[in-house]
């Protein structure tokens, strides 16, 4: 429909009124001189107000680069006053509402200069009602299996949080780069460190930290409350602190229509349009709504939670970032998880086209069950990923306990231990004051450390300045590679 069917009617052909007539009923226009809302069809049952399964259309401004909007009436509005230019559409008995909508939403309105229109996206009802359930059913026995296995190992670590504390770091670092940051674990532990980053890295280095911070802050709020749109607003307050997008509002869900599409694009040019911002708080809260409940499987409910937040990009930035945080922090809240330690980012990182793809499924096609089957074929590999790598830091543990425990002969060496895995790369006062070990025996600890092998300075002691060592061990375990 290239024209408005508001004060414009006349342009249209006869047969091109008599066809849209015979598909979809009466429509409506609104005058510019405030006159009652008159009919353009003879319909003696029709009254002007908004029905269940309508459609209406609003288009904004009389030029080339106007903006159709399309919106499907879920509930009884009677007495709705309405501007110019909307058209209402009554679908037939043989032609949905929600069916009219998506013919619209399927294809860009052109306008007169040839550019494309593009429409905000409606997100579907939650839970979904249309699953092929027998066509998912195959792939959410093994991916809860194999999360089982990665969640029993992880219950058998006394400490997670800090015997897997460069698996935190590490999740941090991926999840970022997927939004460009350039930034490496040994990097981060490094600034953490003392060492300085300028520019550009420096940048990305804070982004990588503040999503560390944002998962720490959200999995202790988890242990007292339910999961809620305010705690997503506290984690990307601390998500965007200091950091590129600091001017984008942290914390607060935007008032403006945003677009996705290449760097720079206009709104024309756009691949992706999210919901438009009047209609942002409903999607929002039935979003949160079917966070609380329990769905048919709850590794199905994750991938919906995390592809519908996405596609509803509450945020003006930093919503990737947030979604993928809520991938651990929904299994941990609902108990699938004992810590929030299942980290996706890795696999999403190496199959970032596909994981793109899937999304933009859903938003042009309806296509849940692709992406679903990819979030479920995504778990399993990772699971399986994780539980190696835990693995290979237990055992990287148990054989540091006996090294270090015959190099100090002392009462402090699983003090020793803890603090080098807590964080691997660090100053020799910070080791002295997280361990908790008094200085006059901690610095020939760390000598004895040094001589062995086990610790490689990165910088030495010079004056005031702290030397700076590095556990190699560990974050060549983490990363799977030799890092330093």
């Given at each position: 429909?290239?024209?408005?069917?508001?004060?414009?009617?006349?342009?249209?052909?006869?047969?091109?009124?008599?066809?849209?007539?015979?598909?979809?009923?009466?429509?409506?226009?609104?005058?510019?001189?405030?006159?009652?809302?008159?009919?353009?069809?003879?319909?003696?049952?029709?009254?002007?107000?908004?029905?269940?399964?309508?459609?209406?259309?609003?288009?904004?401004f009389e030029t080339a680069?106007?903006?159709?909007?399309?919106?499907?009436?879920?509930?009884?509005?009677?007495?709705?006053?309405?501007?110019?230019?909307?058209?209402?559409?009554?679908?037939?008995?043989?032609?949905?509402?929600?069916?009219?909508?998506?013919?619209?939403?399927?294809?860009?309105?052109?306008?007169?200069?040839?550019?494309?229109?593009?429409?905000?996206?409606?997100?579907?009802?939650?839970?979904?009602?249309?699953?092929?359930?027998?066509?998912?059913?195959?792939?959410?026995?093994?991916?809860?299996?194999?999360?089982?296995?990665?969640?029993?190992?992880?219950?058998?670590?006394?400490?997670?949080?800090?015997?897997?504390?460069?698996?935190?770091?590490?999740?941090?670092?991926?999840?970022?780069?997927?939004?460009?940051?350039?930034?490496?674990?040994?990097?981060?532990?490094?600034?953490?460190?003392?060492?300085?980053?300028?520019?550009?890295?420096?940048?990305?280095?804070?982004?990588?930290?503040?999503?560390?911070?944002?998962?720490?802050?959200?999995?202790?709020?988890?242990?007292?409350?339910?999961?809620?749109?305010?705690?997503?607003?506290?984690?990307?307050?601390?998500?965007?602190?200091?950091?590129?997008?600091?001017?984008?509002?942290?914390?607060?869900?935007?008032?403006?229509?945003?677009?996705?599409?290449?760097?720079?694009?206009?709104?024309?040019?756009?691949?992706?349009?999210?919901?438009?911002?009047?209609?942002?708080?409903?999607?929002?809260?039935?979003?949160?709504?079917?966070?609380?409940?329990?769905?048919?499987?709850?590794?199905?409910?994750?991938?919906?939670?995390?592809?519908?937040?996405?596609?509803?990009?509450?945020?003006?930035?930093?919503?990737?970032?947030?979604?993928?945080?809520?991938?651990?922090?929904?299994?941990?809240?609902?108990?699938?998880?004992?810590?929030?330690?299942?980290?996706?980012?890795?696999?999403?990182?190496?199959h970032r086209d596909l994981?793109?793809?899937?999304?933009?499924?859903?938003?042009?096609?309806?296509?849940?069950?692709?992406?679903?089957?990819?979030?479920?074929?995504?778990?399993?590999?990772?699971?399986?990923?994780?539980?190696?790598?835990?693995?290979?830091?237990?055992?990287?543990?148990?054989?540091?306990?006996?090294?270090?425990?015959?190099?100090?002969?002392?009462?402090?060496?699983?003090?020793?231990?803890?603090?080098?895995?807590?964080?691997?790369?660090?100053?020799?006062?910070?080791?002295?004051?997280?361990?908790?070990?008094?200085?006059?025996?901690?610095?020939?600890?760390?000598?004895?450390?040094?001589?062995?092998?086990?610790?490689?300075?990165?910088?030495?002691?010079?004056?005031?300045?702290s030397a700076i060592f590095?556990?190699?061990?560990?974050?060549?375990?983490?990363?799977?590679?030799?890092?330093?």
């Amino acid at each position: 429909m290239r024209k408005s069917l508001g004060s414009k009617r006349k342009e249209l052909s006869d047969t091109h009124i008599e066809e849209i007539t015979h598909l979809f009923g009466p429509f409506t226009e609104a005058k510019q001189d405030g006159k009652p809302i008159s009919r353009i069809f003879a319909n003696a049952d029709f009254e002007f107000s908004l029905l269940p399964g309508e459609v209406i259309i609003t288009k904004d401004f009389e030029t080339a680069n106007d903006i159709a909007i399309v919106a499907f009436v879920p509930q009884e509005l009677p007495g709705v006053i309405c501007g110019y230019h909307l058209t209402i559409v009554r679908p037939s008995e043989k032609m949905f509402g929600r069916f009219v909508k998506r013919l619209f939403d399927s294809q860009f309105l052109n306008s007169p200069c040839g550019g494309k229109r593009m429409i905000p996206y409606v997100p579907q009802s939650l839970p979904l009602s249309d699953l092929d359930y027998g066509r998912l059913i195959r792939k959410v026995g093994p991916a809860n299996a194999a999360l089982a296995r990665y969640d029993g190992l992880l219950q058998s670590v006394i400490n997670p949080s800090i015997l897997l504390s460069p698996l935190i770091t590490r999740e941090a670092v991926l999840s970022s780069k997927i939004e460009g940051t350039q930034a490496t674990v040994d990097e981060v532990l490094e600034c953490e460190a003392g060492i300085d980053f300028g520019g550009e890295k420096a940048q990305d280095i804070q982004e990588i930290r503040n999503y560390r911070k944002a998962l720490v802050l959200a999995s202790e709020a988890l242990k007292e409350r339910p999961f809620t749109l305010s705690l997503i607003c506290q984690m990307h307050t601390v998500l965007m602190d200091s950091v590129r997008g600091a001017n984008k509002t942290p914390g607060q869900f935007r008032l403006d229509q945003n677009w996705i599409g290449p760097a720079g694009c206009t709104f024309e040019q756009a691949t992706f349009v999210p919901p438009a911002p009047l209609q942002l708080r409903d999607h929002l809260q039935a979003w949160e709504s079917y966070l609380a409940m329990d769905d048919f499987d709850l590794l199905v409910q994750v991938a919906v939670v995390h592809a519908q937040f996405e596609l509803i990009h509450p945020f003006k930035d930093g919503n990737g970032r947030i979604g993928r945080l809520l991938i651990p922090l929904f299994l941990f809240q609902k108990h699938v998880l004992a810590s929030p330690m299942f980290y996706l980012s890795e696999y999403l990182e190496t199959h970032r086209d596909l994981y793109y793809a899937r999304l933009r499924g859903i938003s042009q096609d309806d296509d849940w069950i692709s992406w679903i089957e990819f979030f479920l074929d995504a778990i399993v590999e990772q699971a399986w990923a994780n539980t190696q790598k835990v693995r290979e830091i237990l055992e990287l543990y148990e054989k540091m306990k006996r090294q270090i425990t015959e190099l100090t002969r002392s009462q402090h060496a699983i003090q020793v231990l803890d603090a080098l895995f807590d964080r691997p790369i660090f100053q020799s006062g910070d080791f002295i004051l997280r361990s908790g070990i008094p200085k006059h025996t901690a610095l020939p600890f760390l000598h004895r450390l040094r001589e062995a092998g086990i610790l490689h300075p990165l910088r030495e002691k010079s004056g005031r300045r702290s030397a700076i060592f590095a556990f190699r061990e560990l974050l060549n375990c983490a990363e799977g590679r030799n890092v330093l």
